[in-house]
């Protein structure tokens, strides 16, 4: 059975290039998801603590593991959410994940955005879901959190580490105060957000992009990215469906994508890959440079939103209280 293209991270470690996403799929869902997509070859799974489904990821996986995959040949990704983003804070989170995953290791360790959060109970904190109350923690600076998950790489519970959601200055910063680059960048990137600067700056670096939400989402009720007339005009003509078009655009790109389903029939045709033409790459591409996609940002993670990192005045280096260094 193929199990897709495997792409070499500046690490000499592997990871496959097309992955399960797991996010925002439902409790009850996801344990099946994971199971559909390793039988259909899938060997690259992304979690992630504030998903709040790892348990279940973790159940599919002691039905599979050894049974049809060994634990070794497949690519386990989780990240640090945060709230935990304090140095001390930072093993106990990992353990936590663990044992959500019941894997004694993960492949690949992300900081899952640039932005502290107080510890406490919750993933968020108290009345975060009101606009502009998000209490952020001005203390623990990225680079404090980035030390300190360079520091997991000692313990053998992570093979590789990486950032998630960084941009350009994120990444300077701490590899200017720390010398360690981020092995990865997990981004959310599709012919609506496509990205370029970034993409291209992690490209120079040698740091390898994984793009998350890799067919759009609708999260905004805008119009679906898989109903844009350039993706069914692509799909339509080349016998393919809308969605393994949206794959295929970010595999040209040369990264991982990540795209997420629950359903048995879209977890197998999203792995069985087409080819596009860098004529039809061109057309699909278009999309992001017709629309004003800066700003079509998901708002599920509203506290995280609304610090903005996208916008214009990041653009010019605010920072909005997230402390760099
Ligand atoms: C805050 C979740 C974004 C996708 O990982």
Redesign the pocket.
């Known amino acids: 059975m193929s199990h897709g293209k495997i792409l070499t991270l500046s690490n000499g470690k592997t990871v496959p290039q097309i992955g399960l996403g797991t ?1 925002l799929s439902k409790p009850h869902e996801v344990e099946h998801a994971v199971e559909w997509a390793v039988q259909a070859g899938y060997r690259h799974l992304d979690c ?1 603590m ?1 998903y709040e489904n790892q348990d279940e990821v973790g159940a599919a996986l002691k039905k599979v593991i050894p049974s049809i995959v060994k634990r070794e040949d497949l690519f386990i990704t989780s ?1 640090l959410w945060n709230k935990s983003h304090q140095p001390d804070q930072v093993e106990r989170e990992l353990d936590e994940t663990l044992a959500q995953l019941g894997t004694d290791y993960l492949d690949l360790y992300l900081v ?2 640039p932005v502290a959060f107080p510890p406490g109970k919750g993933l968020f904190p108290p009345d975060s879901a009101k606009p502009g109350h998000v209490e952020l923690d001005t203390e623990t600076s990225l680079v404090d959190t980035w030390r300190a998950v360079v520091k997991l790489l000692d313990t053998g519970k992570v093979r590789t580490i990486g950032v ?2 960084f941009t350009i200055d994120h990444i300077k910063g701490i590899v200017a105060a720390t010398g360690v680059k981020p092995t990865v960048n ?1 981004i ?1 990137a599709h012919p609506l957000l496509p990205q370029d600067d970034l993409v291209e700056y992690c490209k120079a670096e040698g740091i390898h992009l994984t793009a ?1 939400s890799p067919l759009g989402n609708n999260l905004l009720g805008k119009t679906k990215l898989v109903d844009y007339p350039a993706v069914t005009e692509v799909a339509k003509r080349l016998g393919a469906s809308t969605a393994q078009v949206l794959v295929a655009w970010g595999v040209y790109r040369g990264y991982s994508v990540i795209p997420k389903s629950v359903q048995q029939d879209r977890i197998i045709s999203n792995f069985q890959q087409i080819e596009l033409s860098k004529e039809d790459y061109d057309k699909i591409s278009e999309i992001g440079h017709q629309a004003h996609t800066r700003f079509n940002i998901p708002f599920t ?1 509203k506290p ?1 939103w609304d610090i903005n990192l996208f916008d214009e005045e990041v653009e010019k280096g605010a920072t909005h209280g997230v402390k760099i260094h």
Do not use: D, L, P
């Open positions: 996010w992630a504030v990240k899952h955005w998630s959601n997990q959310e998350y993670y995280v």
